[in-house]
């Protein structure tokens, strides 16, 4: 069943957190704390990201995904290191929730960490440090690419901020587990009905929860659009305002926070028959701690009525089971 309801996914200001006081931060954190226990879902406006850097991104995204498939396939991933072309009917996101449905009607180029504070990093853990692969066209392609994730990560890092407060912590503390994220972009590309019809059951996203900590979207509307599943087993189409940002909280945040704050299930529907021309790209940033951050309740998310419901996991454990149930083909 899909809903209307337009109250489901809260529209939040981000302005008191940059330009306000103690006080309007504090007022902030604690609606956002409210809002996340009840939706994991957030609309956000005054971001700071500047809308130039998402235009740009999406205009080379489609100059790169409008290329002949053999010259994309040269970008296939390499091992197990999840950057490059990952074309049609390879992925389906509802296996990673235990859903079995056909592969997600998009093709994606995915990449990951643009800048590490420690190189190191990179021998240490290869696949979660990977170098990523760029095509030599459209040249636009890396340097607006990197640049949306260094502008993701730069929110980021100040949702984490915010997030720490509405929890009760230090103010570094989120952020002092993520000073070497393993961030993934993600620049998705649905296709249009006009290219296949879709299957009984088939997505452009299958049903699923995000596995990181927060994920960043900057969408385009359309009719096969975003929608999240609420509380009364609803589907609620994610409103779309101008200039604003789709944030969520992901399962790495939800156990951090002992189920405190929710990872909402959400889905994005197929191209439909009546709007047949229609193709969208949406610019993500997954964003995820440290590789070797341990993924434990926090002290202020457990109380004796409230037991720590999870036990601690490394980042990079928790995530190499989601990618492997991510692939459905080679």
């Not at 994309?72 to 235990?98: C, F, H, Q, V």
């Not at 587990?177 to 879709?198: I, M, Q, S, V």
């Not at 002290?299 to 980042?315: D, F, G, L, M, Q």
């Amino acid at each position: 069943m899909t809903s209307s309801d337009e109250n489901f996914i809260p529209l939040i200001d981000l302005a008191p957190w940059f330009d306000g006081d103690d006080s309007a931060r504090a007022e902030l954190a604690a609606t956002v704390d409210a809002q996340l226990q009840r939706c994991g879902f957030l609309v956000v406006v005054n971001h700071g990201i500047d809308p130039l850097v998402l235009a740009e991104a999406r205009a080379a995204c489609t100059d790169f995904f409008h290329q002949p498939e053999a010259e994309k396939a040269k970008l296939t991933p390499i091992n197990d290191a999840y950057r490059g072309w990952i074309g049609g009917g390879k992925e389906s996101n509802a296996a990673t929730y235990g859903v079995d449905t056909p592969p997600d009607l998009k093709e994606t180029f995915a990449y990951g960490t643009v800048d590490v504070r420690d190189e190191s990093l990179r021998a240490e853990h290869p696949t979660w440090y990977a170098p990523n692969q760029w095509p030599s066209a459209p040249s636009t392609l890396q340097p607006a690419a990197e640049l949306f994730w260094r502008e993701a990560l730069r929110l980021a890092d100040e949702l984490l901020q915010l997030f720490a407060l509405a929890l009760g912590l230090e103010q570094d503390h989120l952020l002092d587990h993520c000073r070497n994220t393993t961030a993934t972009g993600t620049l998705n590309w649905y296709w249009p009905f006009t290219r296949e019809d879709p299957a009984e059951g088939q997505y452009r996203i299958g049903p699923h929860t995000d596995f990181g900590t927060l994920t960043i979207l900057d969408r385009q509307p359309g009719v096969g659009g975003l929608q999240v599943l609420n509380d009364d087993g609803n589907w609620v189409d994610a409103p779309c305002v101008d200039g604003s940002l789709i944030i969520n909280t992901g399962d790495m945040l939800r156990q951090w926070t002992n189920d405190r704050w929710c990872s909402n299930e959400h889905r994005v529907l197929p191209p439909m028959a009546g709007a047949p021309n229609e193709e969208l790209i949406s610019l993500i940033f997954f964003h995820e701690p440290d590789a070797d951050a341990v993924i434990e309740p926090f002290e202020t998310c457990v109380s004796t009525e409230n037991p720590a419901r999870y036990e601690p996991i490394a980042a990079m454990d928790y995530l190499a089971e989601k990618f492997a149930a991510l692939t459905v083909g080679s």
